[in-house]
């Protein structure tokens, strides 16, 4: 039973990730008195699972990879040794002191209420809150914003729950590398963590229904395969997993591929096979607010739900779950709201980086979306062993790619797979942003020698 004299707030934000974080501070900034509600630490996924942590073990394992390499630029150096638990504890360091500045940011406003608990409606514009340390506080407000994000989707194998597998961030609080690390998956996750371990020492093997980073044009998808085979990683594809089981302190994982049953053993196994939406503990059907068939809560685009007052942002409204988008839709919804503003998700430039090493880069249409939508469109493409700074970096997989409108010479999308590939289709992005045709960047003078230099070469192979 809902109490009859809730508190009354300004504004409820229900979770601390790139989106609510922010807005809370912006909301508190303007006046409002808020209720910000935090079930686990500061920062939400990007902080303290995500982001963070893993690019920061990302960096250790290429620092190994490098050290191994040292010969190939005339450097000696002696055995390479990993030791997992210092770059465990270099992890837990930044998250650890990022998780609270960002406390920090949040308590410095007094008109802002931090709550730790689990929040869920019991009824339109009201929450009630399990508080982490006993109790309950229920709240009620006008102006409700959640920001829950997704968590790691558990697929439906025979035997799995009976196995100690490892998720996404389990898999970083090991302290010894593993044996062998079978990862089911062969999306952005499983790859990131398969190069790092295989790095750090592991035998690794990476098994996928279909083959790996299928959101990627084919040949994108080819020369990572080739990138991560070269470095000793066993892809196994078409494979659906149709068993797992426990043998001998280690994991046994059983599949179909190519119409044949496989066995695969190893030490670890590693689930990495997409997320859902942490939308179900909120009892949202109370509040009356809708979600689709993945359990994300539908909003329009200005991040508003169904139900007037209530906004959501970030990965549980089921948008490319990256940091960037999740912050965007806090701006959006900080202009609408404390400035009258009409700001939108469309028209925005998606774009993201895949953290292995080489870096994929990726802004706007790929090739096969260009298809798909019947544009009539050229494609530009360019191997890193042509880019002057990768030579001379000797870093040259991987290759340049980008795709254009025929007609209007708009630049359509582009995939940088390279050395710096993130850094590098941040240029197409801006350019991208301005409007600018492809011809721009082929005539422009950009400093030599760098990396993005290249976009000159890139876009001379459309003449």
Same mark, same amino acid.
């Given at each position: 039973?809902?109490?009859?004299?809730?508190?009354?707030?300004?504004?409820?934000?229900?979770?601390?990730?790139?989106?609510?974080?922010?807005?809370?501070?912006?909301?508190?900034?303007?006046?409002?008195?808020?209720?910000?509600?935090?079930?686990?630490?500061?920062?939400?996924?990007?902080?303290?699972?995500?982001?963070?942590?893993?690019?920061?073990?990302?960096?250790?394992?290429?620092?190994?990879?490098?050290?191994?390499? =040292?010969?190939?630029?005339?450097? @000696? *150096?002696? /055995? %390479?040794?990993?030791?997992?638990?210092? $770059? +465990?504890?270099?992890?837990? #360091?930044?998250?650890?002191?990022?998780?609270?500045?960002?406390?920090?940011?949040?308590?410095?406003?007094?008109?802002?209420?931090?709550?730790?608990?689990? =929040?869920?409606?019991?009824?339109? @514009? *009201?929450? /009630? %809150?399990?508080?982490?340390?006993?109790? $309950? +506080?229920?709240?009620?407000? #006008?102006?409700?914003?959640?920001?829950?994000?997704?968590?790691?989707?558990?697929?439906?194998?025979?035997?799995?729950?009976?196995?100690?597998?490892?998720?996404?961030?389990?898999?970083?609080?090991?302290?010894?590398?593993?044996?062998?690390?079978?990862?089911?998956?062969?999306?952005?996750?499983?790859?990131?963590?398969?190069?790092?371990?295989?790095?750090?020492?592991?035998?690794?093997?990476?098994?996928?229904?279909?083959?790996?980073?299928?959101?990627?044009?084919?040949?994108?998808?080819?020369?990572?395969?080739?990138?991560?085979?070269?470095?000793?990683?066993?892809?196994?594809?078409?494979?659906?997993?149709?068993?797992?089981?426990?043998?001998?302190?280690?994991?046994?994982?059983?599949?179909?591929?190519?119409?044949?049953?496989?066995?695969?053993?190893?030490?670890?196994?590693?689930?990495?096979?997409?997320?859902?939406?942490?939308?179900?503990?909120?009892?949202?059907?109370?509040?009356?607010?809708?979600?689709?068939?993945?359990?994300?809560?539908?909003?329009?685009?200005?991040?508003?739900?169904?139900?007037?007052?209530?906004?959501?942002?970030?990965?549980?409204?089921?948008?490319?779950?990256?940091?960037?988008?999740?912050?965007?839709?806090?701006?959006?919804?900080?202009?609408?709201?404390?400035?009258?503003?009409?700001?939108?998700?469309?028209?925005?430039?998606?774009?993201?980086?895949?953290?292995?090493?080489?870096?994929?880069?990726?802004?706007?249409?790929?090739?096969?979306?260009?298809?798909?939508?019947?544009?009539?469109?050229?494609?530009?493409?360019?191997?890193?062993?042509?880019?002057?700074?990768?030579?001379?970096?000797?870093?040259?997989?991987?290759?340049?790619?980008?795709?254009?409108?025929?007609?209007?010479?708009?630049?359509?999308?582009?995939?940088?797979?390279?050395?710096?590939?993130?850094?590098?289709?941040?240029?197409?992005?801006?350019?991208?942003?301005?409007?600018?045709?492809?011809?721009?960047?082929?005539?422009?003078?950009?400093?030599?020698?760098?990396?993005?230099?290249?976009?000159?070469?890139?876009?001379?192979?459309?003449?």
């Amino acid at each position: 039973m809902t109490p009859t004299n809730p508190e009354r707030m300004d504004a409820i934000i229900i979770g601390t990730g790139q989106g609510g974080k922010p807005l809370a501070g912006a909301l508190a900034e303007a006046g409002w008195n808020c209720a910000v509600i935090e079930r686990d630490r500061i920062g939400g996924t990007c902080v303290i699972r995500g982001c963070t942590p893993t690019k920061t073990m990302v960096a250790s394992a290429r620092i190994a990879h490098l050290a191994r390499r =040292a010969s190939d630029y005339g450097i @000696g *150096t002696g /055995e %390479v040794t990993v030791d997992l638990s210092t $770059v +465990r504890k270099r992890k837990r #360091d930044i998250v650890d002191a990022w998780s609270a500045g960002s406390r920090k940011g949040l308590e410095r406003h007094p008109t802002l209420d931090l709550i730790l608990g689990t =929040a869920r409606f019991t009824a339109p @514009g *009201t929450v /009630e %809150v399990d508080l982490n340390d006993g109790g $309950v +506080r229920t709240l009620t407000s #006008d102006h409700i914003f959640i920001n829950v994000g997704a968590r790691n989707r558990i697929p439906d194998i025979a035997g799995l729950e009976a196995v100690d597998f490892l998720d996404s961030t389990s898999i970083m609080e090991l302290d010894s590398v593993p044996g062998h690390l079978i990862v089911l998956g062969g999306g952005f996750i499983g790859l990131e963590f398969g190069q790092m371990f295989r790095r750090f020492g592991a035998e690794v093997t990476v098994v996928d229904h279909s083959g790996i980073a299928g959101r990627e044009d084919s040949d994108i998808s080819e020369a990572i395969e080739k990138i991560l085979r070269g470095e000793g990683i066993e892809i196994v594809y078409p494979a659906v997993p149709h068993t797992v089981a426990s043998i001998n302190g280690g994991v046994e994982v059983t599949v179909e591929s190519g119409g044949q049953e496989r066995v695969l053993r190893g030490s670890h196994l590693l689930v990495a096979v997409g997320i859902v939406p942490n939308s179900d503990t909120l009892n949202l059907s109370s509040a009356g607010i809708a979600v689709g068939e993945r359990g994300e809560i539908l909003v329009d685009d200005r991040c508003q739900t169904n139900v007037p007052g209530v906004w959501a942002l970030g990965d549980v409204t089921g948008a490319p779950p990256f940091t960037h988008t999740a912050y965007d839709d806090y701006r959006i919804i900080a202009n609408n709201v404390l400035e009258g503003g009409d700001a939108s998700r469309n028209g925005r430039i998606l774009s993201y980086a895949v953290f292995i090493d080489p870096q994929l880069g990726r802004v706007g249409l790929s090739e096969r979306d260009a298809e798909a939508a019947g544009l009539n469109y050229r494609v530009a493409k360019l191997p890193m062993s042509r880019v002057a700074r990768a030579i001379e970096m000797d870093e040259t997989r991987g290759f340049m790619k980008a795709v254009v409108d025929a007609d209007t010479d708009e630049i359509l999308g582009a995939a940088i797979l390279g050395i710096e590939g993130g850094e590098v289709v941040t240029v197409l992005q801006v350019a991208m942003m301005g409007g600018l045709p492809w011809t721009a960047l082929r005539d422009a003078m950009i400093a030599h020698p760098t990396l993005s230099e290249s976009l000159n070469n890139l876009f001379m192979t459309l003449k």
